[in-house]
């Protein structure tokens, strides 16, 4: 399910391993398969197709060197204003000091090794790697880095991290560091296999504000930021891609303390998870506050990818992400105990064409092999073929404790080409408590679609808006019915009864 690279948690995921990057032959409908297992690859798999091999991003190609067509750039070489007169004065500093580079473009790599804070020019300083390894490495202390634009680094082994031939922290590389405030910085256009843009510290925290962190590529996961504690103010996370995790990695340890990482007034968009998680990927017993997750791609979990996870998603926005196989919104996979409160899943689309039999699948959120929990949120404008609003799935294995409890929530108009406007059900438990489906379309079940496990319906409207077409339930099997005005309803492969 899960292949472990090192004894911190760094993993491929969510059912696929690194290896599953690696291209297949071509099946079926699908230009080409990763090899991948994992429990949520089951459905895919069961429906005819398997994630897409992500693109060669090219892994040990390194930033061209730019020097020579870069006028004013210094490098190491005696002047008061190179690389090297910068590191000589962090190198000097008492611990604690401020040091404020010079301005322009500053070529070279710098090293960090106590407490600092390192300032760019008033007139903005860009500090560019001029040979392998990060732009920045923090390898103790903190470090603050502020008005700083770093670029071209390409990363480092770290022992204990990754294999000897995997890089780590292309721009800002913080992991063995005491703790990171990047502030007031741009990152750009570095790589690495993990954490290409910015690699947080490994039990410190990692703090992001008023930054931007965009086209940075990792070969393995993280594209733009990977950290396990901190928080994001006023940033922006865009343009970055990997085969997992396009734009942030949040990775609990399993012995770690839970942790809430705020992401206030932040927006992650338009990142690329060439597997699974196209914006976020959250692991572990840790929880996300605020910020807005859009137009984010993936070919499983496009905004938001949680793998065995027990925290909470509040007041976030996921819009207008692009799923190949599913999860347009959200994947939620083998997580024991997750919450989404006051979530809004909005415009969100499975839309790979040539999946058989019944497509691409979960528009919004696909709950697989999970118990989750979705209080006063909205699922409005979700599509795809088969659980255009939601789709809830578990293998035999876990059928028993997976559950998908909507509770004051509102579906409205999602549509599925095939089944489940709203929710199709394949297996486990659904509760709907309160809440409206309304205005929801499908071939069949527009609101609600159901081919085994058991839904549990208490007093949710489904009459008060616009009607769900054609019926609002359908059991696989049986003609549609529209739901009670009040009361409950218990639905399972036998049919329905209202109480």
Avoid at 220 to 227: E, K, L, N, P
Avoid at 351 to 368: D, F, H, I, Y
Wanted: proline share 4%; aromatic share 2%; with cysteine.
């Amino acid at each position: 399910m899960i292949r472990k690279i090192d004894r911190h948690g760094p993993t491929s995921l969510g059912g696929g391993a690194p290896e599953g990057a690696q291209r297949a032959g071509s099946t079926g409908g699908c230009r080409r398969r990763a090899r991948v297992t994992g429990a949520a690859f089951s459905l895919a798999q069961a429906l005819g197709c398997a994630p897409i091999a992500p693109e060669d991003k090219g892994r040990d190609s390194a930033p061209a060197d730019t020097a020579a067509a870069d006028s004013g750039a210094t490098s190491g070489g005696g002047s008061d204003c190179d690389i090297d007169a910068l590191q000589r004065q962090i190198d000097e500093a008492e611990p604690g000091a401020t040091v404020t580079a010079c301005p322009g473009l500053l070529l070279g790599n710098l090293v960090l090794w106590q407490d600092v804070h390192l300032q760019g020019h008033p007139e903005g300083t860009t500090l560019r790697a001029s040979a392998p390894g990060p732009t920045v490495r923090v390898i103790s202390g903190s470090a603050t880095l502020e008005g700083l634009q770093i670029e071209g680094g390409t990363g480092v082994s770290e022992q204990g991290f990754s294999d000897e031939d995997q890089t780590v922290g292309g721009g800002v590389n913080a992991w063995r560091s005491a703790g990171l405030t990047l502030r007031g910085c741009g990152v750009r256009d570095n790589r690495a296999h993990w954490g290409a843009g910015v690699m947080g510290s490994e039990d410190g925290l990692t703090i992001i504000e008023d930054s931007v962190i965009e086209g940075n590529i990792a070969e393995t996961m993280a594209g733009g930021v990977w950290m396990r504690q901190g928080e994001l103010r006023g940033s922006v996370i865009q343009g970055n891609s990997a085969p997992y995790a396009g734009g942030l990695a949040l990775r609990r340890r399993a012995d770690s303390p839970p942790v809430t990482v705020a992401l206030h007034d932040t927006l992650i968009e338009n990142n690329d998870g060439d597997v699974q998680g196209g914006g976020v990927l959250v692991t572990g017993d840790a929880s996300l506050t605020g910020g807005r997750l859009l137009g984010n791609r993936s070919q499983m979990g496009a905004n938001l990818h949680a793998y065995t996870w027990s925290g909470a998603l509040v007041d976030t926005l996921l819009a207008r992400g692009e799923a190949q196989v599913g999860g347009g919104g959200a994947l939620v996979e083998d997580s024991p105990a997750g919450s989404f409160v006051r979530v809004q899943i909005e415009d969100n689309q499975s839309l790979m064409p040539g999946l058989e039999p019944t497509g691409n699948v979960a528009g919004g959120l696909w709950v697989s092999n999970s118990a989750l929990t979705v209080d006063d949120s909205v699922l409005r404008g979700n599509s795809a073929n088969f659980g255009g609003g939601a789709l809830m799935a578990a293998t035999a294995e876990f059928a028993p404790t997976a559950r998908l409890s909507l509770r004051g929530s509102l579906l409205e108009g999602n549509a599925a080409g095939d089944r489940g406007g709203a929710l199709a059900i394949v297996n486990g438990e659904l509760l709907v408590a309160g809440g409206a489906l309304q205005g929801n379309t499908a071939a069949a079940g527009g609101a609600l679609h159901l081919s085994g496990g058991a839904a549990i319906v208490l007093g949710a409207d489904f009459s008060s808006g616009a009607e769900n077409s054609p019926t609002d339930i359908q059991v696989e099997g049986m003609a549609g019915i529209d739901a009670p005005a009040s009361g409950s309803l218990r639905c399972d492969p036998a049919g329905c009864v209202a109480d």
